[in-house]
């Protein structure tokens, strides 16, 4: 069984062998130039990840720029992996399970961007009560786990971004201009330039916290990722350049937007969490952003358990650094591994 999660960014994979997981793997994936670009990505994954199997599907590019609107986005993307993928394919729709790709254009509103849905349900197998905080590179999922269940209010984009359990924040590709609009330098409060140039990527490559394997997008000036580079973005965002501060003073800059990140994550974990469903509900953390999941748990005096602690029993072989990375692709492999009904091939 491989787990695909198609992103619009990100084209993520697990391979799942008798009920473990194997392998992971993740690429960059510019799905918003079209479909071709998606099948230049898979070019490139490896063997394992193109040979013959049993696929199982979820997805968040559907709301990519190329397609026009999230039905025509489901659509296509079932149509190439029905197409691409070698072997029997099955599409992950949360609420309505596993369905097949002729099915998709139908069951649109259940299948597009259901992989946070994937994600709390295999938590849910592990633990009965949990708010699941999953930071990517572009988006923040909070889902409440209730009696071992996904236990959103929301179920759409629209939805849980009205309900606070979608956060269009991560920690590579948001622009450092929808954090804040001001920010201190040199003692002095200073408006940022509106303008797209530096992202959390850089702050988090200052702070160290970010792991260079999941730096994987363009930088916002499209130059390399070394300091001195990534200073230059950041000193712009106020109106100046690298050589009118200090490595201190990049750093506490770049400090300042990683508190102005985590102020409405912390607003909205701390409403979840006030459910009374929610009392003494630890954190599950996981995605490239993990490090400031955990950060959010001490922040909201929870404590906090990862992932893949909670299916280390599942996980092993090679690539399982990617595991928290790439948490929906490896949940759909190994719901789909256990669930009865797609274990029973076809005549």
Not at 89 to 107: D, I, K, Q, S, T
Request: hydrophobic share 45%; net charge negative; charged share 20%.
């Amino acid at each position: 069984m491989i787990g695909w999660d198609l992103g619009g960014v990100h084209v993520k994979a697990a391979l799942v062998v008798a009920g473990r997981v194997r392998e992971v793997v993740q690429a960059p994936c510019p799905l918003w130039r079209g479909l071709p670009a998606l099948d230049e990505t898979f070019s490139t994954l490896p063997d394992w990840a193109r040979g013959e199997a049993d696929h199982a599907v979820t997805m968040t590019g559907e709301l990519t720029d190329c397609f026009a609107d999230r039905t025509d986005g489901v659509a296509q993307l079932s149509g190439w992996a029905a197409g691409h993928l070698a072997g029997r394919v099955r599409l992950y729709a949360g609420r309505a399970g596993f369905l097949e790709p002729e099915a998709a254009r139908a069951a649109a509103a259940d299948i597009a961007s259901a992989n946070w849905h994937a994600t709390a349900a295999l938590a849910g197998r592990a633990i009965g009560q949990a708010l699941l905080v999953d930071i990517g590179s572009t988006t923040a999922d909070l889902i409440p786990i209730v009696g071992g269940l996904p236990a959103a209010t929301g179920y759409s984009d629209a939805e849980r971004l009205e309900t606070g359990e979608l956060v269009y924040s991560g920690v590579v590709r948001t622009p450092l201009v929808a954090l804040c609009m001001h920010a201190p330098f040199g003692g002095r409060r200073t408006a940022l330039m509106a303008e797209y140039f530096a992202t959390t990527a850089d702050i988090y490559r200052l702070t160290g916290d970010l792991d260079a394997a999941a730096d994987q997008q363009d930088s916002a000036d499209l130059k390399g990722k070394s300091i001195p580079e990534t200073e230059t973005r950041l000193a712009r965002i106020i109106g100046r350049d690298r050589g009118e501060g200090d490595a201190a003073q990049w750093r506490a800059l770049a400090a300042h937007f990683a508190e102005c990140q985590i102020r409405p994550l912390h607003d909205a974990a701390a409403t979840l969490l006030s459910r009374p469903d929610m009392a003494d509900a630890p954190l599950v953390v996981c995605g490239a952003g993990r490090f400031l999941a955990e950060r959010l748990a001490a922040r909201v005096g929870r404590r906090f358990l990862a992932l893949t602690e909670l299916i280390a029993g599942r996980l092993d072989g090679a690539g399982l650094d990617w595991a928290s990375t790439c948490g929906p692709a490896l949940a759909v492999g190994l719901l789909a591994t256990d669930d009865p009904i797609l274990q029973r091939r076809p005549a």
